[in-house]
DNA sequence: CTGACTGCAAATAGTTTGCATGACG
DNA sequence: CGTCATGCAAACTATTTGCAGTCAG
């Protein structure tokens, strides 16, 4: 399901956005990557190859690669500022590394059947969840 | 299942606190209400019984207050900043109608199954999750 | 040309830290 | 006394906004 510079270029026209060198930088650096990344790594890691990017393009950027389900954001313990990954918009969760920050997605949550309990007691109407879980991959299990 | 003065000055002399009136009116503040709050909004309400009082002792009462088990964090839509609210330290999650910011408990997570499903297909050693559910309380899906 | 995009600098927000002072056993 | 707590001011970090110059169609 790998993504070409056409496609993404051509999500982007769709949205009235254009393909630029600093988004197409942004991507590469996310894409190849099994963990999650504050916008500060992202520039620190975009900027060896394009120095001269400016953080603030970062954060445009991201904000309009997540509009269009090219990334999304994941919760960290602790902090919870915005860390981000890539992956498509399809409903899906996150196992993450508290180790390593890898991430593992996942698109059974399972939720359904709670969701439907919780409606029926409370009678709330479910929109929508947040659903994310914590551990140690077999990598960082060795370690540890 | 309420909690008196005494109890509560008894836990965080335990852990070598004192229960200051400052500390006391931010949890009366918290206490009697049934959604989240950020620490800003905390300050202003503390500060209608309690001029004077600094936003800083309000993140410190609150880190304290955290430890203790007496709150927990919230993580909401779009910003996850700490949004706070009363609560034991029991294993729970939250409900949280996205209209007025109400918060319902609920204990039962269902998640064991998926724990050990996933655990078993990707290696990871499980240690804990993150679970929201957002919704309309009854009250919102009328006005909506 | 026009609108989209970028980068800088400045402005905001949110949160933390250092320090002198005060309360209390 | 010695410890913990408080409040102020300052420091920091993270993020957003205003603006002028640039570029592609």
Redesign the pocket.
């Known amino acids: 399901m790998k993504l070409t510079a056409n496609k993404i270029a051509g999500l ?1 026209r769709q949205h ?3 393909l ?1 060198p ?2 197409w930088a942004v991507l590469n650096v996310i894409s190849h990557r099994h963990d999650h990344l ?3 790594a992202i520039y620190d890691r975009v900027s060896q190859e394009h120095p ?6 970062i ?3 991201l904000e309009v690669l997540a509009e269009l389900g090219l990334l999304c954001k994941v919760h960290v313990e602790g902090g919870c ?2 860390y981000l990954m890539r992956r498509p918009s399809v409903h899906h969760h996150h196992l993450i590394c508290s180790g390593c920050g890898r991430v593992v997605d996942f698109t059974d949550c399972a939720l359904n059947e709670l969701e439907q309990r919780l409606s029926r007691e409370t009678g709330f109407e479910m929109k929508d969840h947040l659903l994310e879980l914590y551990g140690h991959c077999q990598n960082c299990q060795k370690i540890a």
Chains 1, 2 share one sequence.
């Open positions: 982007l009235g956005y254009k630029t600093q988004r504050t916008p500060a001269g990017i400016g953080l603030v393009t954060y445009r950027t500022r915005s």
